[in-house]
């Protein structure tokens, strides 16, 4: 049982972490484990991405057993995703048939979030230590996928995503429920002078970092996207922070950090948002 509004999910093997307010407000939604799928990183692993370092195939049969988790009444999901740039480009989704078909690649979009408001449509992002935030507007209909590492999140990619929201689907902040989902957290996130640097400048009034060594910090990525949506309008008490560390629960996650250097590959996570049919 995890705390703070999340709850397992689990099917044939494979497990997600679900938003339960995100989803009672109507939303399909999840963050993918590494649990459960084909591909041998190390063995027996979920990765939903990364061409270059793991087969297609695998990928593929991966993202079909996650995708399994989200019954649709409407038929096959359209996967929605992206080529993440580590910026703060919004792509828009108008419709299903801009979106790939569930099983494909969906990563032809060059951008770190997407959002839209079309039934049939899962927005996702990848990640492997970076933050994934999840947005949906009850009113509206609206919902977003965003990527935030150090630079999205130095770049204000969530609060920029709300704003497209806004002015595409007249989506008022405070109507938004949103996840933010496992992600390398405060106690194991250390960087170097310039990252510091960069977040004191933009963020002179946030408390993120907590001191290491000599020239180094951990940061508290989380913190900073939760505080910057709460700046832009969003109720404090519809921001929800799973309080899972993907640096310290290897088990469960990919963790760039943590294994890259040892096994010269990692595989790839996805949080994904889409309107629940009626």
């Not at 061409?51 to 989200?70: G, M, P, Q, V």
């Amino acid at each position: 049982m995890v705390q703070a509004g999340f709850y397992w999910r689990q099917l044939d093997g494979v497990q997600a972490l679900i938003c339960a307010p995100l989803e009672a407000a109507g939303f399909a939604n999840g963050f993918s484990t590494r649990v459960g799928g084909a591909s041998p990183m190390p063995e027996r692993a979920l990765n939903l991405a990364g061409f270059n370092e793991d087969s297609a195939e695998n990928i593929l049969e991966n993202r079909r057993r996650f995708l399994k988790l989200f019954p649709s009444d409407g038929g096959e999901w359209a996967l929605a995703g992206c080529w993440q740039v580590h910026g703060a480009e919004v792509r828009l989704v108008n419709n299903f048939a801009e979106a790939q078909p569930a099983g494909a690649r969906g990563d032809t979009f060059y951008c770190d979030a997407i959002v839209s408001n079309a039934r049939g449509v899962l927005a996702g992002v990848k990640t492997a230590d970076c933050v994934p935030v999840l947005i949906g507007d009850p009113v509206s209909g609206a919902f977003a996928a965003v990527h935030a590492g150090w630079r999205g999140t130095l770049a204000k990619i969530a609060t920029t995503a709300l704003q497209r929201m806004t002015r595409e689907y007249q989506t008022k902040p405070a109507d938004v429920q949103v996840a933010i989902g496992p992600a390398a957290g405060a106690c194991c996130y250390e960087v170097g002078t310039d990252v510091i640097a960069a977040f004191k400048s933009s963020f002179p009034h946030h408390d993120l970092f907590t001191e290491t060594r000599a020239d180094h910090a951990c940061i508290d990525l989380l913190k900073s996207n939760r505080a910057q949506l709460v700046a832009a309008g969003v109720d404090p008490e519809n921001i929800h922070v799973a309080p899972l560390c993907t640096m310290c629960r290897t088990d469960l996650f990919f963790s760039y950090r943590r294994e890259k250097h040892v096994q010269g590959k990692v595989g790839r996570l996805m949080s994904v948002i889409g309107r629940q049919a009626v």
